[in-house]
Each structure stands twice: as C-alpha cells, then as structure tokens.
T-cell receptor
C-alpha cells in the first residue's frame, strides 16, 4: 500500500530560526515528490517538485532534498518568518500514467515572535 | 479571475438538506478533482474527471454526487449527509498528469 509519513506532526519555532521537516514514503513506482504549503483556510500550494534524479531543489528560503534510495525527503526552511506558519504536506506521485497522488498528513508549523 | 475558485467558502447544513458545492477553474485544464480533508488525516481523493468524464470514484457514498458539465466547472451535490462528513472539501484541476492546482476549499459543517 502506498503511504507517506511526515514528522514531526507539529512544530513551533521562533522567527528567524531554521527548521527541517521530514517525509518518508513507500510509493511505487515513484514518479515525483512535491512539497505543498497550506495556509489555514486555503488550498495547498506547490513549493517544490523533484523527480527521481534530483537530489535538491530550492524555492527562495525553502530547500527540499530527496534520497530516492532511502525513500526520504526533507524540507528545510531558512530564516523563518511569521508567514511561514502553515501546514506543509508531502505528496508523492506514482508513475504508470494517470495522476495518482499519495498525501502525507502534514506538519503543522507555527512561527512565533 | 484566475486559478481555481470554490463557492461557497463555508457551508452549514442539516442532515436532511440538499446543497451543492461549486468549483471553477480558469487555467485551461482538462482534469478536475474533488478531495476531502479531515483533521489530522491525509487528503482523500473522492472523484476524478478527465475531459468531462468521470474516470475515478474512490468508493464514495452515494450521498455525494459529482457533476462536470464542462471542462471548467465541477459540482458536488450533497444530500442526507452525516456529521462525519464535516470536513474541508477541496477542488483541484490539472492538465493531464501535470501539477494539480487547488482551490481554497469549502468548509462544510453537518449538524
């Protein structure tokens, strides 16, 4: 069964600090992995996408890594801002045609002053 | 207006009511999706429409009835819902198997 597990479930950090969110997956065959940011009361918005051959991808202060051998990904947020407070969802797409996505439960991040 | 829009944003309904959720995409996509998002659970795919034909129905109860009249519009008709159906209902669209773009969701509360 395809699964995506994220940790931690929730996280509180001070503004300006860095943090790293983790994602482990058992999706086969693997096509790509995305990190989404979901603000409260909004739909998810894609931050990064990585395919099998990509190890790292950056989008401003967000840097995602992928280890396809261990089936792990991380999302590193640098110099956090209050606006980073949101749920971060790891989503893995299975290959073989179609658009079958497996979602993690998300990490709820709160950035405080 | 651009992107994916959903109305209403919030809905409270009794178990005997009939209501509809509406989704509209302005991205020229050819596939649309309904998802259910409950607290502390992953997004659950409910229905997929590709080129206006339903291509996937993930064992969703018949009290949820989707409708896709054209490639830009998607509806979710609701009737005789249960309190456990309370959740955030998200619509998404994509061009084939490319990235899915999500709407803001409808927060549904069933009393």
């Amino acid at each position: 069964k395809n699964q995506v597990e994220q940790s931690p479930q929730s996280l509180i950090i001070l503004e300006g600090k860095n943090c790293t969110l983790q994602c482990n997956y058992t999706v086969s065959p693997f096509s790509n992995l995305r990190w989404y940011k979901q603000d409260t009361g909004r739909g998810p918005v894609s931050l990064t996408i990585m395919t099998f051959s990509e190890n790292t991808k950056s989008n401003g202060r967000y840097t995602a890594t992928l280890d396809a051998d261990t089936k792990q990904s991380s999302l590193h947020i640098t110099a956090s801002q209050l606006s980073d407070s949101a749920s971060y969802i790891c989503v893995v797409s299975a290959g073989g045609g179609g658009n079958k996505l497996t979602f993690g439960t998300g990490t709820q991040l709160k950035v405080e002053l | 207006e651009t992107g994916v829009t959903q109305t209403p944003r919030h809905l409270v309904m009794g178990m005997t009511n009939k209501k509809s959720l509406k989704c509209e995409q302005h991205l020229g996509h050819n596939a649309m999706y309904w998802y259910k998002q409950s607290a502390k659970k992953p997004l659950e795919l409910m229905f997929v429409y590709s080129l206006e034909e339903r291509v996937e129905n993930n064992s969703v109860p018949s009290r949820f009835s989707p409708e896709c009249p054209n490639s830009s519009h998607l509806f979710l008709h609701l009737h005789t819902l249960q309190p456990e159906d309370s959740a955030l209902y998200l619509c998404a669209s994509s061009h084939g198997a490319a990235e899915q773009f999500f709407g803001p969701g409808t927060r549904l509360t069933v009393l």
